[in-house]
């Protein structure tokens, strides 16, 4: 479960900023606490069936001159020259119970998956550390499989990505911030095939033999909102994901051409 909780808290950080102020870029920031959060989402992108969590929360927030963990996840400050920055990123899968897909039973499970890679970024108002800020990105990471007793090639994951944050309140000693994105995925053959691939030895007469190859894997546009007064930390988001065009769109995998994932946390700030 402590595996779990860590990957939702990147999936909320990767949608809202829980910070709605401008911090001294010399000047390390701690933050810690504790809270519950609620995820709503597909088993996996292009699945019918849903997965629905509440758990408890750790609360943290970090950022010195080089190092971020927030809006953006786990995040590592490389380089800038004037309005671009260059940084180093990481995100998570939840794994996927085949037993719990009618279209996957019988197949492999799909393990833990992490992504790290770089990410350039051109900023158009604001910069790293304002409350209100828009940019471009770019992106590259490496994907790889794991239950933590292996280690395993997943591919890798691509694209390009638009984001604006605005502070949309500010009275009272509270801030509400409001951030929308929208991304253009792609993804490596290894990649496809692990989602959407049907090996011969898999299939039955529910699925056919498919094998998956490299290129667009799907859009998703995603908005969400914090809102902070004190130690009082509220958030919450919603993502649409649509596989319109996707290169597997016609692996029998796929049973849907959309997904939509919907979270909201609380936590208590002690620190």
Not at 222 to 250: C, I
Request: hydrophobic fraction near 35%; glycine fraction near 8%; include cysteine.
């Amino acid at each position: 479960m402590s595996s779990l909780r860590c990957f939702i808290l990147l999936i909320l950080l990767s949608f809202v900023s829980n910070k709605s102020y401008s911090a001294p870029r010399n000047k390390p920031i701690f933050e810690y606490g504790a809270g519950v959060f609620a995820l709503s989402t597909s088993q996996y992108t292009g699945a019918n069936s849903r997965k629905n969590y509440l758990v408890p929360l750790p609360y943290f927030y970090y950022q010195n001159e080089h190092i971020k963990v927030n809006r953006d996840g786990l995040l590592g400050h490389l380089w800038q020259l004037e309005n671009i920055t260059l940084d180093f990123s990481f995100s998570a899968n939840i794994p996927v119970k085949s037993a719990e897909v009618d279209l996957r039973k019988g197949m492999p499970d799909i393990d833990w998956t992490f992504q790290a890679g770089p990410a350039l970024k051109y900023y158009l108002s604001g910069q790293q550390y304002s409350s209100e800020k828009s940019y471009f990105e770019v992106f590259s990471r490496k994907v790889v499989m794991t239950d933590f007793s292996y280690l395993d090639n997943a591919g890798w994951q691509y694209g390009a990505s638009y984001l604006s944050q605005s502070l949309i309140a500010n009275q009272f000693n509270a801030n509400l911030t409001w951030q929308n994105r929208l991304t253009v995925n792609f993804a490596t053959d290894d990649f496809h095939q692990l989602y959407y691939g049907v090996d011969k030895k898999y299939q039955s007469n529910i699925r056919e033999a498919y094998t998956s190859h490299g290129g667009y894997l799907h859009s998703s546009i995603s908005s969400g909102v914090v809102y902070r007064k004190g130690s009082l930390w509220l958030a919450g988001f919603m993502m649409y994901r649509n596989l319109q065009g996707m290169k597997s769109e016609d692996s029998p995998l796929v049973e849907r051409k959309d997904n939509i994932s919907i979270g909201l946390g609380m936590a208590w700030i002690i620190r």
